[in-house]
Antibody
Framework: QLQLQESGPGLVKPSETLSLTCTVS??????????WGWIRQPPGKGLEWIGS???????YYNPSLKSRVTISLDTSKNQFSLKLSSVTAADTAVYYC?????????????????WGQGTLVTVSS | EIVLTQSPGTLSFSPGERATLSCRAS???????LAWYQQRRGQAPRLLIY???NRASGIPDRFSGSGSGTDFTLTISGLEPDDFAVYFC??????????FGGGTKVDIK
């Protein structure tokens, strides 16, 4: 059974960089036709997609965050990471990592079938 | 940008009732790229439906999805206690490539 687990600081100061890691177990991040992504949810609000990356390096980002976001994969550790720079209080949220089915084979695609439990990151001085 | 509107924000039902949730897109969405998720309080979202009408693994058959173009529906026939939760729709398409609806909370009447 595939499992994802987020890790990283729960508190980040304004203007600094938020860094999170997602460790994948029970499967490989080099699996064909699956992307690895990040979604966030401010307290009491809805879901916002941040970005998704394929093990080849191909990536999609939310244009509203693209200038501040870096997603990277470490296939040797079966992990992927999120960096969000110049954070403000508006970036306070629960951050989820998730696996996304890609569209390489056609048919139903681009949905998140496995999620981590989420980690709350608060931006405050 | 494709905006997904889920309204109303809250629906109230009694256990055993049938719930019909709406997801309306501002532009046409491919049925292959429309998904539904359930989020219970304090938990991560869980995939229910993908490709507009395909149940995810382990999802009971009381959950069903339908629709095409700009109008999609999630139906829960016979609400059980664990079904009272928030439901989100999600689409993949034009820029931004991926968006979620604002969610509908299914409350106990």
């Amino acid at each position: 059974q595939l499992q994802l687990q987020e890790s990283g600081p729960g508190l980040v100061k304004p203007s600094e960089t938020l860094s999170l890691t997602c460790t994948v177990s029970g499967g490989s991040i080099r699996t064909n036709n699956y992307y690895w992504g990040w979604i966030r949810q401010p307290p009491g609000k809805g879901l916002e997609w941040i970005g998704s990356m394929y093990y080849s390096g191909s990536a999609y980002y939310n244009p509203s965050l693209k200038s501040r976001v870096t997603i990277s994969l470490d296939t040797s550790k079966n992990q992927f990471s999120l960096k969000l720079s110049s954070v403000t209080a508006a970036d306070t949220a629960v951050y989820y990592c998730a696996r996304m089915r890609g569209g390489l084979l056609g048919g139903p695609s681009y949905y998140f079938d496995y999620w981590g439990q989420g980690t709350l990151v608060t931006v405050s001085s | 940008e494709i905006v997904l509107t889920q309204s109303p924000g809250t629906l109230s039902f009694s256990p055993g009732e049938r719930a019909t949730l709406s997801c309306r897109a501002s532009q046409s969405v491919s049925s292959s790229y429309l998904a539904w998720y359930q989020q219970r309080r304090g938990q991560a979202p869980r995939l229910l439906i993908y490709g507009a009408s395909n149940r995810a693994s382990g999802i009971p058959d009381r959950f069903s999805g339908s629709g095409s173009g700009t109008d999609f529906t999630l139906t829960i026939s016979g609400l059980e206690p664990d079904d009272f939760a928030v439901y989100f729709c999600q689409q993949y398409g034009s820029s931004p490539p991926l968006t979620f609806g604002g969610g509908t909370k299914v409350d106990i009447k």
